[in-house]
């Protein structure tokens, strides 16, 4: 079981940058792909960004490529959303999920075993 704790949002204005952090406990983060996903107000839940249980391999919605870059820290069983040039339209609340232990990294959601409950980002314009 792994459990998934999200901080780091808040309000900022366009153009500006926040670090969301992803923090997990349980015996298996660092075998396990994390992926970071957003939903704003009225619609559904929108992949964001992906990464391997090495972090040798991430993916990237189109919407966010070259303004976003997922990492992670498996010490510290972190992972983390650098989003950088915000804009309006990146306001929802962004949740971080996990793949169960030795499961190959993908932009599929329902395949994301465990959830975190959520950081709200608000861009303003």
């Known amino acids: 079981q792994v459990q998934l704790v999200e901080s780091g949002g808040g309000l900022v204005q366009a153009g500006g940058s926040l670090r969301l952090s992803c923090a997990a406990s349980?015996?298996?983060?660092?075998?396990?792909?994390i992926c970071w996903v957003r939903q704003a107000p009225g619609k559904e839940r929108e992949f964001v960004a992906a990464?391997?249980?090495?972090?040798?391999?991430?993916k990237y919605a189109d919407s966010v490529k070259g303004r976003f870059t997922i990492s992670r820290d498996n010490a510290k069983s972190t992972a983390y959303l650098q989003m950088n040039i915000l804009k309006p339209e990146d306001t929802a609340v962004y949740y971080c999920?996990?793949?169960?232990?030795?499961?190959?990294?993908?932009?599929?959601?329902?395949?994301?075993?465990?959830w975190g409950q959520g950081t709200q980002v608000t861009v303003s314009s």
């Open positions: 349980g015996p298996t983060f660092s075998r396990s792909a």
């Open positions: 999920a996990a793949r169960r232990a030795s499961l190959a990294v993908t932009t599929t959601l329902p395949e994301y075993n465990y």
């Open positions: 990464i391997s249980s090495s972090g040798g391999l991430r």
